[in-house]
């Protein structure tokens, strides 16, 4: 909570994000890989600290991300539109040491997809998807990332929702057994009820169930019976589909 709130605070200046810090100052234009990487890193961080304002933030960057690094052709520019001239905008598509900026942001925008606010951003991330197959068929070692996206696109991605007082046990205790479980292929909004406009869709116009804590599973936003038991809602977490 710290680290993102010195990022927003104090790397984030004049509507836009900025890459490095020294001697109390900001400065130089963050590339895509900044952008896709803190998008992530507020998505991991909401789905374990649900304040909305957390999953607000990561919308507001990769708006901006859509807005001002997207190639016409597919895919993202590694700078900005209004980023200082270059000779060439550069594109890098391949891993390196560090994932590169296009597959952290199509990882980005199918997690984001699927918390229901951006369906359209899918459509993004699976052309690009599309466009780098070939590639990372051939050479996977060197889109290892990629290969990272394509699995959670593929995969029986499942959208949990949580609505409750967050402040009573049962709601922890429910919280508690959604992550007792390592399950790459789900995203987790957890809300108070009534839910913050700003909350994901995924757990807007939930309701609760006898006043109770209640959870509801879904895959392609088709949910199935909302539960409220704590044993049955890890029974059905458990569950291979």
């Given at each position: ?20 810090w020294?001697a ?92 229901g ?12 998807l599309a ?104 029974k059905q ?5």
């Amino acid at each position: 909570r710290k680290n993102a709130e010195f990022l927003l605070k104090s790397m984030y200046q004049d509507g836009r994000l900025l890459r490095s810090w020294r001697a109390g100052v900001a400065r130089h234009n963050a590339y895509l890989e900044d952008y896709a990487g803190m998008i992530l890193g507020l998505l991991a961080l909401y789905q374990s600290d649900p304040d909305p304002k957390w999953y607000k933030w990561a919308i507001k960057l990769a708006e901006e991300m859509v807005s001002h690094f997207r190639d016409p052709a597919g895919g993202f520019f590694d700078t900005r539109d209004d980023h200082e001239q270059l000779v060439v905008r550069p594109k890098d598509t391949q891993d390196n040491a560090t994932p590169s900026g296009n597959a952290l942001a199509a990882n980005a925008l199918l997690q984001l997809a699927a918390f229901g606010d951006h369906p359209e951003w899918r459509t993004i991330a699976e052309e690009m998807l599309a466009q780098i197959k070939t590639n990372a068929l051939q050479y996977p070692t060197a889109f290892g990332k990629w290969l990272q996206a394509i699995d959670f696109a593929i995969g029986s991605v499942r959208e949990i929702a949580i609505i409750g007082d967050l402040d009573d046990q049962a709601t922890q205790a429910m919280v508690a057994v959604t992550w007792k479980l390592y399950d790459p292929y789900r995203v987790v909004a957890i809300s108070n009820y009534p839910p913050n406009p700003e909350s994901p869709m995924l757990v807007k116009e939930r309701k609760l169930i006898d006043e109770d804590p209640t959870a509801y599973i879904c895959q392609n936003f088709v949910c199935k019976t909302p539960i409220n038991n704590l044993q049955a809602y890890e029974k059905q977490l458990t569950r291979k589909e």
